[in-house]
């Protein structure tokens, strides 16, 4: 039985995390103890959010509209990629989990390395990322027309290229193949964590969101149902990037599958994601898409509030860039299950992992455009118990 209580509103270092290893201390240097000395065995700082870095005004992206790009005053921009980061570094994680969209509008390698590593890049080595549509699919809104990156930016990123900008195979992202498009688990202590792909509608996917035939996303989700079948860990923390159930639209409160408006068709994809995940008894399953926090409350995979045995989802797609709109308003969401959120201002969530418990903890840092620091005031913390 999973029970979550006192809820409120209101380290790695110079080792990459081993793709299904624990977090590994390099040294202990009393003047910098973060994050290079060894780690208690009591708890773990999980930072998390996603939906980051704008794209650069560069040479590069001259063709791409003004109000696209860093600078703009619809943006969060430099400065709010900046204050996320920070915010994070103040945490001292022992890593970070990125929910997909780390870099708009399409991922490029050079857009990562002069927005995204500007900021963010000093917690690199912590980073453990999941891809975001806008690592994969072309963007063609407001005027624009960049070619989709299927990832290639992504990987080269976070795993390292060669000389041309070839993506390395393996790396910190989860393996770069033909049959595998960097998926991966890693352990804190007893937390078992899976990074997930959801951007089946991708040419890398050949646009098959079928979870249950032979495609890309069917060997994905085979591979996660091996995954917990192995898992000894008492605790399991999963995130991908399109939320299954939303805080933004309406259509959330019933089977995904028929009601796909959360995250489209990959929202809906992850519905079988959600089924597994409940069986295995997860804890908490984190997503981005949206740009904004909320928590709903424990859910099984119909949607429906179980106390019980459900699972919370936490959405924290406020890492930087424009903020969207809540479906609805405090006390009266359009989806019920939606128990606080807020999308005027950027943050990230801090995690505290415990050996069979947990707490969390979102302030945000720095308000959106159009919003004063009343927005600062926003909290949601609280805790909760592994199964």
């Given at each position: 039985m999973r029970?979550?209580?006192?809820?409120?509103?209101?380290?790695?270092g110079l080792?990459v995390?081993?793709?299904?290893?624990?977090?590994?201390?390099a040294?202990?240097?009393?003047?910098?103890d973060?994050p290079y000395?060894?780690?208690?065995?009591?708890?773990?700082?999980?930072?998390?959010?996603?939906d980051?870095a704008c794209?650069?005004?560069?040479?590069?992206?001259?063709?791409?509209?003004?109000?696209l790009k860093?600078g703009?005053?619809t943006?969060?921009?430099?400065?709010?990629?900046?204050?996320?980061?920070?915010?994070?570094t103040?945490?001292h994680?022992?890593a970070?989990a990125l929910l997909?969209d780390?870099?708009?509008?399409?991922?490029?390698?050079?857009?990562?390395?002069?927005?995204?590593?500007?900021?963010?890049?000093?917690?690199?080595m912590?980073?453990?990322?999941?891809?975001?549509?806008?690592?994969?699919?072309p963007?063609?809104?407001?005027?624009d027309?960049e070619?989709g990156?299927?990832g290639?930016?992504y990987?080269?990123?976070f795993?390292?290229?060669?000389?041309?900008?070839?993506?390395?195979?393996?790396g910190?992202?989860?393996d770069?193949?033909a049959?595998k498009?960097?998926?991966?688990?890693?352990n804190?202590?007893?937390?078992h964590?899976i990074?997930l792909?959801?951007e089946?509608n991708?040419d890398?996917?050949?646009?098959?969101?079928?979870?249950?035939?032979?495609g890309?996303?069917?060997?994905?989700?085979q591979?996660?149902?091996?995954?917990l079948?192995?898992?000894k860990?008492q605790?399991?923390?999963?995130?991908?990037?399109?939320?299954?159930?939303?805080?933004t639209?309406?259509?959330?409160?019933?089977v995904?599958?028929?009601?796909?408006g959360?995250?489209?068709a990959?929202?809906?994809a992850?519905?079988?994601w959600w089924k597994?995940?409940?069986?295995?008894?997860?804890?908490?399953?984190?997503?981005?898409?949206?740009?904004?926090?909320?928590?709903?409350?424990?859910?099984?995979p119909d949607g429906?509030?179980?106390?019980?045995?459900?699972?919370?989802?936490?959405?924290?797609?406020?890492?930087?860039?424009?903020?969207?709109?809540?479906?609805?308003?405090?006390g009266?969401?359009?989806?019920?299950n939606?128990?606080?959120?807020?999308?005027s201002?950027?943050?990230?969530?801090?995690?505290?992992?415990k050996?069979?418990?947990?707490?969390w903890?979102?302030?945000?840092?720095?308000?959106?455009?159009?919003?004063?620091?009343?927005?600062?005031?926003?909290?949601?913390?609280?805790?909760?118990?592994?199964?």
């Amino acid at each position: 039985m999973r029970r979550v209580t006192k809820i409120s509103s209101a380290a790695v270092g110079l080792a990459v995390l081993a793709v299904t290893g624990t977090a590994v201390a390099a040294a202990n240097q009393s003047d910098n103890d973060w994050p290079y000395a060894h780690h208690s065995a009591a708890s773990y700082t999980l930072a998390a959010v996603g939906d980051i870095a704008c794209e650069p005004d560069d040479a590069e992206n001259a063709a791409t509209p003004a109000s696209l790009k860093c600078g703009s005053p619809t943006l969060g921009g430099m400065s709010a990629e900046f204050a996320t980061a920070k915010q994070a570094t103040d945490m001292h994680p022992d890593a970070v989990a990125l929910l997909g969209d780390e870099q708009y509008q399409v991922g490029k390698l050079t857009d990562f390395e002069r927005s995204f590593e500007q900021a963010w890049g000093g917690l690199r080595m912590l980073e453990r990322p999941a891809p975001g549509n806008h690592e994969y699919y072309p963007y063609t809104k407001k005027d624009d027309n960049e070619a989709g990156q299927n990832g290639a930016g992504y990987f080269g990123y976070f795993n390292g290229h060669d000389q041309v900008g070839t993506p390395e195979t393996q790396g910190q992202a989860g393996d770069d193949t033909a049959d595998k498009q960097g998926w991966y688990s890693y352990n804190l202590g007893n937390w078992h964590i899976i990074s997930l792909n959801a951007e089946c509608n991708s040419d890398a996917f050949k646009h098959d969101c079928s979870t249950t035939d032979s495609g890309l996303l069917g060997q994905e989700t085979q591979w996660l149902s091996n995954d917990l079948a192995a898992n000894k860990r008492q605790c399991t923390i999963a995130y991908w990037h399109q939320a299954t159930f939303s805080a933004t639209t309406a259509s959330t409160a019933t089977v995904p599958a028929s009601a796909p408006g959360a995250g489209g068709a990959e929202g809906a994809a992850t519905d079988a994601w959600w089924k597994l995940l409940y069986q295995h008894h997860a804890t908490l399953i984190l997503n981005g898409h949206e740009h904004a926090y909320a928590r709903l409350r424990p859910m099984n995979p119909d949607g429906q509030y179980d106390p019980t045995h459900g699972i919370p989802e936490f959405i924290v797609g406020s890492g930087g860039e424009a903020l969207d709109t809540l479906a609805g308003s405090p006390g009266n969401y359009d989806n019920p299950n939606v128990v606080t959120a807020q999308a005027s201002a950027f943050g990230v969530m801090k995690l505290t992992l415990k050996s069979n418990s947990y707490s969390w903890d979102y302030k945000p840092v720095l308000p959106g455009p159009g919003f004063d620091s009343t927005a600062l005031q926003y909290s949601d913390s609280g805790s909760g118990t592994c199964n």
